[in-house]
């Protein structure tokens, strides 16, 4: 992958350090942070292991793997000290691309993407990271009702559908105040104009709003551990789902959570449980994390 998709250092850096401040002062209790003393270093090494390995990826492929998957290993660190970042999350992805892991590649990207919607570098990622998992793990998307309709507007991004829908609330109102100025000119088609404005901004806002329930109401997630067995109920008592285990890099939408399993739909329409230590839920931060850039 060219350096060029991998933000800067400063970038993560300033976010890490900031965010871990804040959360110290906004929290009653302290965040666990008894691995990382020093969030700052650990961001500047995961970005030295990052880049060193560019350098030599083309002549020396062993070492420079050791290396993506050391930067790896740094920035999950930071990952998991309780903040979300999407800066963190993107950088993570790139990493574990480097070294070889499409599964927690897509894990960690997935939450970048809902940090930083409609980012085309995120997009990137996330599609060559797919792109590398075995065609039998399945292909990312499902069989719900709110997925199935956000495919038809979905090769749009949020952010641009956005912009579309206030500048068209925008174009509908100027149209009123210009109609009222002018007193409804009878010779100006008032009525087509305002209600094919008023139909693609209602359309416009509620592919935005759709996407934010849908992500909200079943969050996206990849199993990120090989041979997974998948099972009927929420124990180890329960029956096989299939039978064949499913593979590291499967996508799935989270249909609900309970202690150490999630109910999921898979990209084919089928449900199953899983173990949540098989998993990764974008999003699963917890509720007093903070999320920034």
């Known amino acids: 992958m060219r350096r060029s998709c991998h933000r800067p250092a400063w970038l993560t850096i300033v976010a890490c350090t900031l965010c871990t401040c804040m959360t110290a002062m906004a929290s009653p209790t302290p965040a666990d942070t008894s691995t990382i003393s020093d969030p700052l270093g650990v961001a500047i090494e995961a970005q030295r292991n990052y880049d060193a390995g560019m350098e030599i990826v083309s002549t020396d492929a062993e070492r420079a793997h050791a290396l993506f998957a050391k930067s790896a290993e740094l920035y999950q660190r930071l990952s998991d000290v309780p903040i979300a970042n ?3 999350s993107y950088n993570l992805g790139n990493a574990w691309i480097q070294a070889g892991n499409a599964a927690k590649a897509i894990a960690a990207l997935l939450d970048a993407q809902l940090l930083l919607p409609g980012d085309e570098r995120v997009e990137a990622s996330l599609a060559h990271a797919r792109s590398l998992v075995n065609a039998g793990a399945g292909a990312s998307g ?11 507007w979905s090769w749009l991004a949020p952010s641009a559908r956005g912009l579309i829908a206030a500048g068209m609330w925008g174009v509908l109102w100027i149209l009123v105040a210009f109609g009222v100025w002018s007193r409804w000119n009878a010779r100006l088609p008032w009525r087509t104009v305002a209600v094919s404005l008023a139909f693609t ?37 329960f029956a096989p789902a299939f039978s064949d285990p499913l593979k590291a890099g499967a996508e799935f939408s989270l249909i609900e959570a309970r202690p150490q399993w999630v109910h999921v739909r898979l990209s084919d329409g089928q449900s199953a449980w899983l173990r949540s230590s098989d998993t990764h839920v974008a999003g699963s931060w917890t509720s007093d994390r903070m999320a920034i850039r």
């Open 201 to 237: 901004s209602v359309a416009a806002t509620a592919t935005v709003v759709a996407d934010v329930v849908r992500t909200q109401l079943h969050p996206p997630g990849v199993i990120t551990s090989d041979s997974t067995v998948a099972r009927k109920g929420n124990g180890e008592g």
């Open 86 to 88: 999407g800066e963190l």
């Open 142 to 152: 499902s069989d719900l009702p709110l997925d199935r309709a956000a495919a038809w």
